[in-house]
């Protein structure tokens, strides 16, 4: 005879086992999901609009099916995805395929304890990040693009009065050579329009 309470303890379990899975993958997913208060402070402050694309891989965000989403993620990519979620401590090398080079190094430089600390006051990123990181080489500290809603992937997308004092530094050489022999020509030229006025003149 079959025993209906055992049928329905084990159904119980099955049921229960089945919740407790769905439940481990629905916080591994959140867990993982874009911070907006970043990007919503960036806003904010800058005036400018900014994206998911400013520390994300896909500019929509982390969460869908296309390329740098994590229901888009092949095998190796999620052993990427779930190491880079352990890096909890500053100073781990990061490659989270969800993540675009700022966004890694964001994590590399903070640990995901501190960066998960900063949600609650965005403005503090600027302050925490070395002031000496320049993802995109142009010039402009990734922590003045993050105030200046600014790519720092991009290395010509920046504020554009610092961009130009930033080439004007980077090229002050070239700019002080092409000054000086502008007026030595205008001196020549000068001189040579004058010497040609006083042979005129005698003849």
Request: glycine share 10%.
């Amino acid at each position: 005879m079959i025993d209906n309470r055992s049928q329905h303890q084990g159904g119980f379990r099955i049921f229960y086992a089945c919740l407790l899975v769905m439940g481990a993958n629905y916080f591994t997913v959140t867990a993982v999901h874009s911070y907006p208060q970043f990007q919503e402070f960036t806003e904010k402050h800058s005036g400018q609009a900014a994206n998911c694309a400013m520390c994300h891989s896909n500019g929509n965000g982390p969460t869908g099916t296309g390329p740098g989403q994590i229901d888009g993620l092949n095998e190796e990519e999620l052993k990427r995805l779930e190491e880079a979620r352990k890096a909890f401590q500053p100073g781990q090398k990061i490659d989270s395929p969800i993540l675009n080079e700022f966004g890694n190094k964001i994590v590399e430089e903070l640990g995901r304890k501190e960066v998960l600390a900063l949600v609650k006051e965005p403005e503090a990123l600027a302050t925490k990040l070395n002031k000496n990181l320049d993802t995109d080489r142009d010039g402009i500290p990734d922590a003045e693009e993050y105030l200046d809603g600014t790519d720092p992937t991009n290395k010509f997308h920046g504020h554009p009065w610092k961009m130009f004092l930033v080439n004007l530094n980077r090229y002050k050489q070239h700019i002080l050579l092409t000054f000086a022999a502008v007026l030595l020509l205008n001196y020549g030229l000068g001189h040579l329009i004058k010497g040609i006025a006083v042979l005129t003149e005698k003849r």
